[in-house]
């Protein structure tokens, strides 16, 4: 093997060159850190290659593992060049002999040849210490020549540009000793050259150095803080020198991987023991140790393919400083050959619809014996369930719920749980969990609408069905059963259970009582919907009954009083015209709407085609003029219908005369009266003849004098129809078109004296489509003149209405007299 050595520029190491022709190898010696594009050596001289060739034959570097490749070939020149950053310390750590592999490639003919690059240290890493500054704990009773051993410096180079030596800093009480351990590494020792003296100086600052051997030097200080104590003459002592441990790779955070021990025959503090790790290092990421309980435990993920062992310094520190070094070696295993396993622990079944998201309701543990990557378990539910797995203890995780539950929506669910181990292949396993969901009482009865209608006609049947409410409530069993009933209160003074009923189970709605719609028209009620759950819920609704009206009220006449045997009669002028208001027909009925729309009509009479009357209005009216041949007495027999259906009607008889006063009605007296009141007849006939003989002498003695004076007549009044006021219903409101007394006719009465059983009404008409004074008579003044002579009074026309009411018969008459006063 021919080999040639090159100075390397700036203090770096020689490139060796070794060339074995046999196996087609080559070898390369280079330093470190080389930069990007530095000159390896030359392959084409190396291995003989055709230069010109190198570009038609694809020359290119490979690696054996796919790993970076740290090399290139520069294929005009067939230079072995640099192409990625070499770090020693990050390819082989702290290993004697680093070597990086690379391959040649040559096509047509395939041709492989081995490269292999020895890289060589260069210092490029100062010495470092653990920590910052030391704390050292002396008791003054340390006699001379006692040693202190200090804590060790860490340089990631090897060979000579590692930890080569110590220094420590001019004092008057220490002097430094260095030793060297098993493996070549050095360490300090302090070593007391004075006794010290706690009086004199309880605190003394020392400066130590660690320097390498490499060129240029490189250095790291610590700054050591010494207090003197009182006497501590016993070292912590391990229970071993070396401690070895297993550990399966991938095993979870914080898993115990051995418990150090190490005792101290002094006592308090000289005797409380302190662990811990005596240099900087990977190890320290890697694992954790308890000061106090010294047990190790797994800090970070622990990688079987990045380093199979691990060798650790453990050192023991008593309070006051003294201490003793353990060795810790802890090896990795691994393999795959067994799936996650999955142990549903507790289970809370069935679990309350009413519980709050992130309730625990199970608890599951999930274990994997595998190590490594194996041995990493991923552990998950379905996503469509409301509920989520929360990692707890070691392994174990919480089924919790994440959002309400509602067994009206969801009774039942399959919880479908799956671990999955980080394997190559991964190997995985489920178990499905059953949850049902228990009712609560948590949904009142809601009806089916807001509010509810009842239609149901007068006159109804007791028990009669007016609606039916229906409410739904989605619980279960008791939780869910609706029972209706009514909410108690009065209407008319009376309990609303006297109007209806409901039915509890079925919500139907009954008619208690027969409704009457002139007395009550609508009404409403509250039906409430409660459940059997504990405590009962329950809602409120209204239901409003409307009764509707039927013809069940025939119309009421109110004039003429159709009452006993009585009859009115009305005084009709001669010289009425055709047209005239003779008389009105009053009638009202009960009941309301069509049913209360009344219609007249003459359904007999004396003379059929001399009186008319108005069908909406009740007016009688002549329908021509009245002639001397017409009948003085006229009897009108008038029916009052209403629109219902069936129609419902009532009748009355109208006695007319035709006549200009009293006297001239010797007919009156053959008014048929019963056989009972012949005596009470005869008695008011005599009574009218007194008065009307007073009256007309009276009348006469005024004419006389106003005819002396020789003054007109003036006509004052009409022999307009007078309708008495008694025979108006108290309250009684009128209604449009249906032949009630309009307000357009007002009268005035005036009371007269008399006795107990007779009324006497002097009644004025202000009714302006009444027949005017001069139809009615048809005299001017000048005839009246004639007759009685000029005088100074003017003739006024007046209505003299007299109603006997005997106690047993209550017959009404009524004349009328034409006064001239």
């Known amino acids: ?53 190198l570009s038609a034959r694809k020359a290119r570097i490979d690696t054996e593992d796919n790993s970076v490749k740290y090399c290139g070939v520069n294929l005009n020149t067939g230079d072995l060049i640099v192409q990625e950053r070499i770090d020693r310390e990050g390819l082989c750590a702290k290993k004697a002999s680093c070597v990086v592999k690379q391959e040649l490639v040559l096509e047509n003919p395939l041709e492989l040849h081995r490269i292999s690059i020895r890289v060589q240290d260069i210092n490029d890493n100062s010495p470092q210490f653990k920590e910052e500054s030391l704390k050292l704990e002396i008791q003054e009773s340390a006699v001379k020549g006692a040693r202190f051993l200090l804590d060790e410096a860490h340089d990631g180079d090897i060979g000579e540009n590692a930890v080569q030596g110590y220094s420590l800093q001019q004092n008057d009480y220490f002097k430094l000793n260095v030793n060297t351990k098993a493996g070549g590494r050095k360490y300090g020792e302090l070593v007391l050259d004075k006794e010290l003296d706690r009086e004199d100086n309880k605190e003394i600052t020392l400066l130590l150095t660690a320097f390498d051997g490499g060129s240029p030097q490189r250095s790291g200080t610590v700054v050591i803080h010494v207090t003197v104590l009182d006497a501590n003459d016993n070292v912590p002592v391990f229970s071993q020198a070396v401690y070895k441990a297993s550990l399966p790779e991938n095993s979870p955070l914080d898993t115990l991987v051995i418990t150090v021990s190490a005792t101290d025959a002094d006592e308090g503090v000289n005797g409380e023991v302190i662990y811990g790790f005596d240099h900087v290092s990977d190890e320290n990421e890697l694992f954790s140790l308890n000061p106090k309980t010294g047990e190790v435990k797994v800090a970070a993920a622990v990688d079987y393919e990045r380093e199979s062992s691990y060798e650790m310094q453990i050192s023991a520190k008593d309070g006051l400083g003294l201490a003793s070094y353990a060795t810790l070696i802890i090896e990795i295993t691994d393999i795959n050959d067994n799936a996650p396993v999955i142990q549903l622990k507790s289970l809370t079944n069935p679990i309350p619809e009413n519980v709050s998201p992130g309730t625990e309701v199970g608890i599951i543990n999930v274990q994997d014996r595998d190590s490594e990557t194996n041995g990493q378990v991923r552990c998950s539910i379905q996503q469509n369930v409301p509920f989520k797995l929360v990692p707890s203890i070691k ?12 067994r009206e929506v969801v009774s039942d669910y399959n919880i479908t749980i799956s671990a999955t181990d980080e394997g190559s ?15 609560i009482n948590d949904n009142p009865p809601v009806f089916e609408e807001q509010s509810y209608s009842a239609y149901v006609s007068e006159n109804n049947k007791h028990g009669s069905t007016l609606c039916s409410v229906s409410a739904r409530d989605p619980d279960w069993r008791q939780n869910g059963t609706v029972i209706y009933s009514l909410l108690a209160g009065e209407m008319n003074g009376a309990p609303v259970s006297s109007y209806v009923s409901v039915n509890g189970d079925t919500g139907v709605i009954h008619a208690v009582r027969s409704f009457d719609y002139e007395q009550l028209r609508s009404f409403k009620v509250h039906v409430m919907a409660r459940d059997n759950g504990s405590p009962p819920l329950s809602s409120n609704v209204t239901v409003s009954v409307f009764i509707s009206d039927v013809n069940d009220n025939c119309p009421q006449i109110l004039y003429p009083a159709p009452e006993g045997n009585s009859f009115m009669t009305e005084l009709v002028p001669k010289a009425a015209h055709g047209g005239s208001v003779v008389s009105k027909v009053i009638a009202v009925d009960a009941d309301s709407g069509q049913n209360a729309w009344l219609s007249y009509h003459i359904v007999k009479s004396t ?35 209403d629109n ?18 009293l006297a001239e009605v010797p007919e009156l007296k053959d008014i048929s009266y019963e056989e ?42 009409d022999g307009a129809v007078a309708i008495p006021g008694a025979y108006l219903p108290p309250n009684y409101a009128d209604v449009d078109g249906t032949g009630t007394l309009r307000s357009a006719y007002n009268y005035d009465a005036y009371l007269t ?25 048809r005299k001017s003044p000048s005839d009246f003149a004639e007759v009685f002579g000029e005088s100074d009074g003017s003739p006024e026309v007046g209505t003299l209405c007299f109603k006997i009411q005997p106690n047993s018969l209550k017959s009404k008459y009524c004349s009328l007299f034409y006064l001239f006063i």
């Open 395 to 406: 392994n174990y995780y919480s089924l919790v719920s994440t959002g309400q539950l509602d």
């Open 753 to 777: 004296t008399g006795s107990r059983t007779s009324d006497f009404k002097f009644v004025t008409s202000y009714n302006d489509n009444t027949l005017p004074a001069e139809q009615t008579l």
């Open 1 to 53: 093997m021919g080999c040639s050595r090159f100075a390397v520029l700036c203090g770096l190491a020689f490139i060796f060159l070794v060339v074995h022709p046999v196996c087609g190898d080559v070898s390369y010696s280079i330093p470190e850190e080389m930069k990007r594009g530095s000159v390896i050596g030359n392959l084409a001289k190396d291995l003989g290659l055709d230069l010109g060739r």
């Open 644 to 661: 219902g259906q069936p129609s419902l009607s009532a009748t009355c008889s109208m006695y007319l005369l035709i006549s200009d006063n």
């Open 425 to 439: 292949p991964p190997l995985s396993s489920s178990k499905t969990v059953q949850l049902s969901v228990a009712d």
């Open 607 to 641: 003379d059929p085609g001399l009186f008319t009357i108005g069908v909406h209005s009740g007016e009688i009216r002549t329908q021509r003029d009245i002639s001397e041949s017409d009948s003085m007495k006229q009897n009108l027999i008038v029916a009052v219908k």
């Open 676 to 717: 009972k009141n012949s005596k009470l007849t005869s008695y008011l006939i005599i009574a009218l003849v007194c008065v009307s003989t007073f009256f007309l002498t009276f009348i006469i003695i005024i004419l006389g004098v106003r005819f002396c004076r020789r003054r007109k007549p003036r006509l004052l009044f």
